[in-house]
T-cell receptor
């Protein structure tokens, strides 16, 4: 059974710092990996999706990398801002056929950017 | 354009009652997913629809949970004889294709007293 772990569980840094959030998964047979952010009381917002054949994806100040063979992904946030404060979730989709398509999520990293 | 919408946003019910949660996916999205987010368990996958069929029901926690989708659009998640452990936020997501980016709705917060 796939398990996704995110480290650290919580992180508080001053505004302007660059930071890295980590995600690891136990089964490397994934189709893709997706990073989300969740604001309190809200749904999830998709940030980046990396296909299993890709090594990284970039969007603005965000860069996500994927090392499928070692079961790891990182989300790099450059020049952090208070508006980046949220919970960041990593999720993997299995590569198996047979209709399986649900994502397996980590428990998230709760990020606070101090003004 | 409009995103995924869910109703109600909040639902309080008594133990033993049945509840229905509704999800309206993004127009044209063929894939629809239900997840549950609870404090102790994090986000758990419940069921996936491709069109009106559900090829993956592996996440439904018990036979009290069922879901349907009609017309390839709206979906309802029904929980019969609710229990206190069913209290959670129920999230719906849709995607334009299987294995594509999933877009989430705001969720329904269910409280079972």
């Amino acid at each position: 059974k796939q398990e996704v772990t995110q480290i650290p569980a919580a992180l508080s840094v001053p505004e302007g710092e660059n930071l890295v959030l980590n995600c690891s998964f136990t089964d490397s047979a994934i189709y893709n990996l997706q990073w989300f952010r969740q604001d309190p009381g809200k749904g999830l917002t998709s940030l980046l999706l990396i296909q299993s054949s890709q090594r990284e994806q970039t969007s603005g100040r965000l860069n996500a990398s994927l090392d499928k063979s070692s079961g790891r992904s990182t989300l790099y946030i450059a020049a952090s801002q208070p508006g980046d404060s949220a919970t960041y979730l990593c999720a993997v989709r299995p590569s198996s056929g047979g209709g399986a398509d649900g994502l397996t999520f980590g428990k998230g990293t709760h990020l606070i950017i101090q003004p | 354009g409009a995103g995924v919408s869910q109703s109600p946003s909040n639902k309080v019910t008594e133990k033993g009652k049945d509840v229905e949660l509704r999800c309206d996916p993004i127009s044209g999205h063929t894939a629809l997913y239900w997840y549950r987010q609870s404090l102790g368990q994090g986000l758990e996958f419940l069921i996936y629809f491709q069109g009106n069929s559900a090829p993956d029901k592996s996440g439904l926690p018990s036979d009290r949970f069922s879901a349907e989708r009609t017309g390839g659009s709206v979906s309802t998640l029904t929980i019969q004889r609710t229990q206190q452990e069913d209290s959670a936020v129920y999230l719906c997501a849709s995607s334009s294709r299987s294995a594509g980016t999933q877009y989430f709705g705001p969720g329904t917060r269910l409280t079972v007293l």
